[in-house]
């Protein structure tokens, strides 16, 4: 009799019957649920969290507060209550503690989110994408994929995130994988193009996919990098999204060109109107042939989105999330398995989806064998790249610490129709890396040591 199953299938049922507490009352009992929570999570997987969402959420007038209750107003029930029990009980409570024991018996990372390509085919070209050198023939088959999320389930993985290319080139094969794997959260990046009524009928029946829609600011801003007509249909997925009480995000990256538009109240106003629950920012990295360097945010312009976020953050109903300027949130990098990878559409198993380098694939180790490859391991021992956190990166901000892994473990690039040389790729963030330290070490220390500050 296997006890480990029995314990987990009890403290799931647990879980369910408190969030059917919550549905009972969400007015009243949104802060109350978070001690019942807290008493599932014996191994204190997630008490940082817990913490800090029983503090925000303890005050009804309080963004974070309206944000938790429209996801009963704004969000289908059924949608909902299966996404609440693969994020929070499957992926994140139950999962967290299955990778924590499995970091712990194999002494390599596990991440809790696993990015893979099912294409690199796409619909769009747009200016500098990085997608694009991988060619437009390469695809994971259907079987690979659900190998793939086999294998991370028995480690602990229950979060799946596709990008690619455009991951919904794929979008029955994806439909299946969240038929098959339903006690899975699924998440992709996305330019929504695809996105039509019958897709979003499809999301309503298996209710654990949630898009993630790329867009670059407004009209101008988002056709310029993504082609004439891209804003145009962005707008209209996401209508149809709404009009379904379908959960959505957007993907959004800030470059020389749109870091004030993309940063300004008036977006996120607009995002939060159209129906957004979340945002991801991610800034322009110059990697591949068809990079354009001119696009990298200055340091300045870094700074402006690391004081919008953490404003808007604090008072808008929209949760967001900067790739880079968060790592003082969690320790630094996340990449190379700490808390995710990236799964091109060739098989090559990469620490990053930024960072092409890999020695792995998936058609021939498993995801456990890569793990404890030398590149994996190289970001196991080397992680965090910086004391100060503000500098997560070891490509973007850490100039060398890159190139150092990638040749001590003999990593290849996995662009197979122009290789990049893994120091020709740091030349051309290092300018970037040397301006943005002195402004990262002012607000490293001025968040740490200040008791009121207004630095800007």
């Given at each position: 009799m296997n006890t480990k199953n029995i314990t987990d299938n009890l403290q799931s049922f647990g879980l369910k019957k408190v969030l059917a507490f919550l549905d009972s009352d969400p007015d009243n009992n949104i802060p109350k649920v978070m001690d019942w929570v807290e008493r599932f999570d014996t191994d204190d997987v997630v008490e940082s969290q817990l913490n800090t969402i029983k503090s925000v959420l303890s005050d009804k007038d309080s963004n974070w507060y309206k944000l938790t209750k429209s996801l009963w107003t704004d969000v289908e029930d059924n949608v909902r209550k299966k996404l609440f029990e693969n994020f929070i009980i499957n992926a994140t409570i139950l999962g967290g503690k299955r990778q924590k024991k499995?970091?712990?018996?194999?002494?390599?990372?596990?991440?809790?989110?696993?990015?893979?390509?099912?294409?690199?085919?796409?619909?769009?070209?747009?200016?500098?994408?990085?997608?694009?050198?991988?060619?437009?023939?390469?695809?994971?088959?259907?079987?690979?994929?659900?190998?793939?999320?086999?294998?991370?389930?028995?480690?602990?993985?229950?979060?799946?995130?596709?990008?690619?290319?455009?991951?919904?080139?794929?979008?029955?094969?994806?439909?299946?994988?969240?038929?098959?794997?339903?006690?899975?959260?699924?998440?992709?990046?996305?330019?929504?193009?695809?996105?039509?009524?019958?897709?979003?009928?499809?999301?309503?029946?298996?209710?654990?996919?949630?898009?993630?829609?790329?867009?670059?600011?407004?009209?101008?801003?988002?056709?310029?990098?993504?082609?004439?007509?891209?804003?145009?249909?962005?707008?209209?997925?996401?209508?149809?999204?709404?009009?379904?009480?379908?959960?959505?995000?957007?993907?959004?990256?800030?470059?020389?060109?749109?870091?004030?538009?993309?940063?300004?109240?008036?977006?996120?106003?607009?995002?939060?109107?159209?129906?957004?629950?979340?945002?991801?920012?991610?800034?322009?990295?110059?990697?591949?042939?068809?990079?354009?360097?001119?696009?990298?945010?200055?340091?300045?312009?870094?700074?402006?989105?690391?004081?919008?976020?953490?404003?808007?953050?604090?008072?808008?109903?929209?949760?967001?999330?900067?790739?880079?300027?968060?790592g003082e949130y969690i320790d630094g990098c996340i990449a190379g398995g700490r808390c995710y990878l990236h799964i091109n559409a060739n098989g090559d198993i990469e620490p990053c989806a930024f960072i092409h380098y890999s020695d792995s694939n998936i058609h021939n180790k498993t995801l456990l064998e890569a793990y404890k490859s030398p590149l994996f391991m190289q970001y196991h021992d080397n992680q965090p790249f910086n004391e100060n956190h503000l500098r997560p990166c070891p490509l973007l901000d850490n100039p060398g610490r890159l190139t150092d892994m990638v040749e001590k473990s003999g990593a290849k690039s996995t662009d197979m129709q122009n290789p990049e040389d893994v120091r020709e790729l740091s030349k051309k963030c290092k300018g970037a890396a040397e301006n943005w330290q002195p402004v990262a070490d002012k607000l490293w220390e001025c968040s740490h040591q200040c008791e009121k500050c207004n630095c800007q």
């Open positions: 499995a970091r712990e018996e194999n002494n390599c990372n596990v991440p809790w989110a696993i990015l893979m390509d099912p294409t690199s085919a796409c619909n769009l070209k747009c200016t500098g994408c990085w997608a694009a050198e991988y060619g437009n023939k390469l695809n994971l088959s259907i079987e690979t994929l659900d190998n793939i999320i086999e294998q991370g389930k028995k480690l602990g993985t229950y979060m799946y995130i596709y990008s690619g290319g455009e991951p919904l080139v794929r979008k029955k094969d994806i439909i299946k994988l969240c038929e098959k794997h339903n006690d899975c959260a699924f998440l992709a990046f996305t330019n929504a193009t695809l996105i039509d009524e019958d897709f979003a009928n499809e999301m309503l029946r298996v209710k654990n996919f949630v898009p993630a829609i790329s867009v670059e600011g407004f009209e101008n801003e988002t056709d310029y990098r993504r082609g004439n007509g891209t804003y145009e249909a962005v707008m209209k997925a996401m209508e149809i999204l709404k009009n379904k009480k379908l959960p959505f995000g957007i993907s959004c990256c800030y470059t020389s060109k749109n870091v004030e538009i993309i940063g300004s109240e008036k977006y996120f106003d607009d995002m939060i109107d159209k129906g957004a629950k979340f945002a991801w920012f991610f800034t322009y990295m110059p990697v591949g042939k068809d990079a354009v360097p001119e696009l990298m945010a200055t340091a300045q312009q870094r700074e402006f989105m690391y004081h919008q976020i953490r404003e808007f953050r604090a008072t808008k109903p929209i949760f967001t999330m900067d790739f880079w300027n968060d």
